[in-house]
């Protein structure tokens, strides 16, 4: 900004770019939308504890709920290996593992992405809002600028 003196009265400032005012409003919602995306991240681990207890547990309970039987195929089926093979409970385990840390990390972009497309979605209305107020100005300016 500069300060320009008038003939008739107490120097003024003018404005030679953006407005401060909406540069900080940007600023304050890109430091929100970071802040509240690192906030999410112990939330997300909530959510996938939550998902492989849950995981855990279902497997356990089909585990107990289950026995084992001999099948016997008079014939091999296409694409079958002959034996067969059995599913260990450890597999079972690694797979909850796998499907909570999928869980957490989505959830955490998911909303990382929300933050991100809202401070996208405030700047393009703080562009359209100035290019209005620059259109606006143009219209109006020039007889306030008489009147100085």
Do not use: F
Not at 40 to 51: C, D, T
Not at 72 to 82: C, E, F, K
Not at 123 to 137: C, P
């Amino acid at each position: 900004m500069e300060t320009r003196s008038s003939p008739g009265g107490p120097a003024h400032q003018t404005s030679t770019g953006r407005n401060p005012l909406d540069d900080r409003l940007g600023g304050a919602v890109a430091v929100a939308s970071v802040a509240v995306t690192l906030l999410e991240l112990p939330i997300a681990a909530v959510i996938g504890s939550e998902a492989y207890a849950t995981q855990t547990a279902r497997s356990g309970e089909q585990t107990r709920t289950r026995y084992s039987a001999q099948a016997v195929l008079p014939v091999d089926a296409p694409g079958s290996l002959s034996g067969g093979t059995a599913i260990v409970a450890s597999e079972v385990v690694e797979g909850a593992a796998v499907v909570a840390a999928a869980v957490a990390m989505g959830s955490w972009i998911s909303l990382g992405g929300a933050m991100a497309l809202g401070y996208v979605l405030v700047r393009s209305a703080q562009t359209r809002l100035r290019s209005l107020w620059k259109t606006e100005w143009a219209a109006v300016g020039p007889g306030w600028r008489t009147l100085a």
